[in-house]
């Protein structure tokens, strides 16, 4: 029996796979068998595994200045250079980082430091956040208030009218059309369910709205392009924040720098993670306009401190690890080679959208799920998530590494550096997989017509 409690983890079902060793986009078992990691990891390793200059970057750090805390204003040359390095690339003009561990722990400082915010300037009643249906956004009790996943609620009772918590559809059109509904008319219609939602709640209770520009756990999500435009016209009329949760789609991953040029907005508040460090270390970051820390100065002093901070808030080697990464995809033009293998990848997938399992594919840039679906011209759902368990375990069999995400929606976000060649492997793993999960569901009888 295991002392450890396994995240994110069916607890009746734990050790399922030992990994011991990475070597580029490839992992290896105790037995010696090779992966090629479809969703770099948990859609965070872009270098891949082993990266030599990335040791060493951390290494080094790690001979100098082992640990610095940050509390109390002190600092450290790392941090420094990592903070300006992120305002330099990020579409935020003057932005301010809050530097904490993971992704979720940067949804929380948000959630805080908006509280903060609209407290300090006389808002106090603005502290509501509309979150998308089926979102993930971590798992801290904020966050995972903030996620809408029902597996992540259930037995958890969390605080969610304390947290002030609204919620409105999932912009995925495949899913959530009606009858004979356009994209167009979908569109017109979840914005304005969205409108009567800010004017029921009042926006001067709605401090901001978060979404993933390209939704990872919910299914890859791809929103109709005139989207993301519209809602943020709809924010501005009634003066909203938009908050981007970059923690999937930064850095290069939906074929831009960031998912929010992708599609389409500017936001006033960006979450990062996974990427940021290319998972070498745990670090993320809380960019936030420099309205907002302005208004915070003063009353910090007031009360003593801003008070929120992490032992391992800019931690050395987290940052090094995380300027480093970034000094790669920058030298190496990595974010210009995922667009271009992207779109290879983005083919190949799409050659899957006849296979009388799939109901639809998508993705852009090197994200992409194909679902899975009981009856292809209905697009009517399998009743449980087991059909998409059974095909991530035949494509594991085959050595290939993916996730199903919402139920069955076969996720794909390898590693940035993947190449063509890999990406053909990694498609011809996939078509064995689906071939077998086609054969098991036409014996089950689970397929309908
Ligand atoms: C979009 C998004 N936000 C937040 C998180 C939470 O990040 P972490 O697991 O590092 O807490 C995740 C994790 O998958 C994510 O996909």
Redesign the pocket.
């Known amino acids: 029996m295991t002392s450890i409690i396994y995240p994110t983890t069916n607890l009746k079902q734990v050790e399922q796979l030992n990994i011991v060793k990475g070597e580029g986009i490839y992992v290896y078992d105790d037995a010696g068998n090779k992966y090629l990691e479809g969703l770099a990891g948990?859609?965070c390793a872009a270098l891949g595994y082993g990266n030599e200059e990335l040791i060493d970057a951390i290494t080094e750090q790690l001979k100098t200045l082992s640990y610095s805390h940050m509390f109390g204003g002190r600092t450290h040359k790392v941090v420094i250079e990592l903070a300006d390095k992120l305002i330099e690339m990020l579409p935020i003009e003057n932005g301010k980082v809050f530097f904490a561990n993971?992704?979720?722990?940067?949804?929380d400082s948000h959630m805080k430091m908006l509280r903060y915010y609209f407290n300090v300037t006389g808002e106090p009643q603005k502290h509501k956040i509309i979150a998308l249906e089926r979102a993930?956004?971590?798992?801290?009790l904020a966050?995972s208030a903030l996620t809408g996943l029902e597996v992540m609620h259930k037995h958890f009772s969390l605080p969610m009218d304390a947290l002030g918590i609204l919620r409105t559809d999932s912009p995925h059109y495949y899913r959530g059309r009606q009858d004979n509904e356009s994209e167009r008319e979908f569109v017109s219609r979840i914005l304005n369910k969205l409108e009567e939602l800010i004017v029921k709640e009042g926006p001067e209770t709605i401090a901001a709205f978060i979404a993933?520009p390209v939704g990872?756990?919910s299914g890859v999500v791809i929103p109709p392009d005139s989207y993301f435009p519209e809602v943020e016209t709809l924010l501005t009329k009634y003066d909203i924040m938009m908050w981007s949760?970059e923690?999937?789609?930064g850095f290069g991953r939906t074929g831009n720098d960031f998912g929010c040029q992708t599609m389409g907005f500017k936001p006033q508040l960006i979450?990062l993670?996974?990427q940021l460090s290319s998972a070498y270390l745990?670090i993320?970051a809380s960019v936030i306009p420099d309205y907002m820390y302005e208004a915070m100065v003063e009353p910090s002093a007031e009360a003593g401190v801003f008070g929120h901070g992490y032992t391992y808030t800019g931690h050395p080697a987290a940052c090094a690890a995380a300027l480093k990464t970034l000094e790669i995809y920058q030298r190496d033009k990595l974010f210009d080679h995922a667009r271009e293998v992207g779109v290879h990848m983005q083919q190949r997938l799409a050659e899957f959208a006849d296979h009388p399992l799939v109901g639809e594919v998508r993705g852009r840039g090197l994200i992409a799920a194909v679902e899975l679906v009981a009856n292809k011209k209905t697009g009517e759902s399998f009743e449980s998530g087991a059909v998409g368990a059974y095909a991530k375990q035949a494509a594991q069999d085959n050595g290939l590494l993916i996730r199903a995400v919402a139920g069955n929606s076969i996720a794909f976000c390898p590693p940035l550096i993947i190449t063509k060649e890999q990406i053909d492997e990694m498609i011809e793993k996939f078509d064995t997989a689906l071939q077998q999960t086609l054969d098991h569901v036409t014996r089950e009888g689970l397929l309908k017509s």
């Open positions: 948990l859609w993971s992704g979720s722990e940067a949804n993930y956004h971590g798992v801290t966050a993933e990872g756990a949760d923690v999937i789609c979450s993670a996974k745990p993320s």
